[in-house]
């Protein structure tokens, strides 16, 4: 089979969003409630808004914020049982323009949800952007970099299923001849925030592991429509998941040496960079690259969870 014609097979992504719905499994930590038909996942590491909001988006959901009354109800029950938390941060603010509160998809405060706590908001110190809810199900506007547990939330009806890879992530591509699956992301990030990016995705920052890997990644980073994108990032090379940060020699995220992991074939007078340069890339000729852990580029996310014959274990964990 050509290049040509097997890169068109394994780019058709079969994603059944139907299949998933009926059984209400989007991933093994979010929590599905019947009630409202929506999954949602209470984030226990406290962050900014502005983080909490971007994480939601990196895991394929939104920051929550009650739609009405009988959410609120719903999701402060499943808060009270599960965790406790006093308060967390809601998908509302007022960004955009002082005093108008909105939430993240631009709704008025009329429209959704909105009960204040007594006296709120008030914009103390002038710098009160963001809105917290209490467990008692109140509102109260507070330092948008102030850090506070969040949730997370995916409705039933947006969920999309991508079943060759077993993900819900539609925009990953299986590799049939080498069984995995793998995303070219187009967003250039440092080499810690594509880290963590593929790990929101149930990712890892790919990691080459032989001949045929490396000229299939190659093969992807040609083909992604990556020459138009603009920003000051480098071009020319792709994070992938091996790093020598540590300064203890080159290694893989899985922990193998790199010269033991199937594929360590540098371009030339690499690597370069000594301590200066202790993460790993891929030049778009599909060698090796070492680079300032810093520097944005684009990368490329792996899944390796894609036995198809064996899916069962995904609709675990859901009640």
């Known amino acids: 089979m050509s290049w040509f014609s097997y890169l068109l097979f394994i780019s058709f992504v079969f994603y ?15 929590h599905y409630l019947e009630s409202v038909e929506s999954f949602y996942k209470i984030q226990t590491i406290p962050r900014s808004w502005q983080v909490a909001k971007q994480i939601c988006e990196w895991e394929g959901a939104t920051l929550f914020y009650p739609e009405n009354e009988v959410e609120a109800n719903a999701v402060l029950g499943y808060v009270k049982e ?4 006093n308060h967390f941060w809601i998908g509302i603010s007022s960004l955009l323009a002082k ?15 909105n009960k204040w706590a007594t006296g709120e908001p008030n914009d103390g110190g002038g710098e009160e952007d963001c809105v917290v809810l209490n467990k008692e199900g109140s ?22 299923w991508n079943t060759a890879c077993k993900m819900p992530y539609p925009d990953y591509k299986y590799n049939k001849e080498l069984g995995r699956c793998y995303k070219f992301h187009l967003s250039p990030k440092n080499w810690t925030e594509a880290y963590t990016i593929c790990s929101s995705e149930l ?17 992807l980073t040609s083909l992604a429509p990556k020459d138009n994108i603009p920003g000051n990032y480098l071009r020319g090379a792709v994070h992938l998941g091996y790093h020598n940060r540590n300064g203890n020699g080159w ?50 996310c792996e899944n390796d969870d894609v036995d198809v014959n064996n899916f069962d274990d995904r609709f675990a964990d859901i009640s």
């Open 203 to 219: 990712s890892f920052l790919a990691v080459i592991e032989s001949q045929a890997e490396a000229d299939f990644l190659q093969q």
């Open 139 to 160: 509102m109260n506007d507070d330092g948008c970099w102030k850090k506070h547990p969040y949730i997370c939330k995916k409705t039933l009806a947006f969920l999309e």
């Open 251 to 300: 290694r893989t995220i899985k922990g193998t040496p790199l010269e033991n992991s199937g594929y360590s074939r540098w371009g030339g007078g690499q690597p370069d960079g000594g301590d200066l340069e202790r993460c790993g890339t891929m030049f778009y000729n599909g060698q090796l690259n070492d680079i300032a852990c810093d520097r944005r580029c684009f990368f490329i």
């Open 82 to 85: 599960a965790q406790g938390y």
């Open 99 to 113: 005093g108008v509160f909105e939430t993240i998809d631009g709704l008025s405060l009329l429209d959704v949800y």
């Open 16 to 30: 059944g969003s139907y299949g998933q719905r009926e059984n209400k499994f989007f991933r093994k930590d979010y």
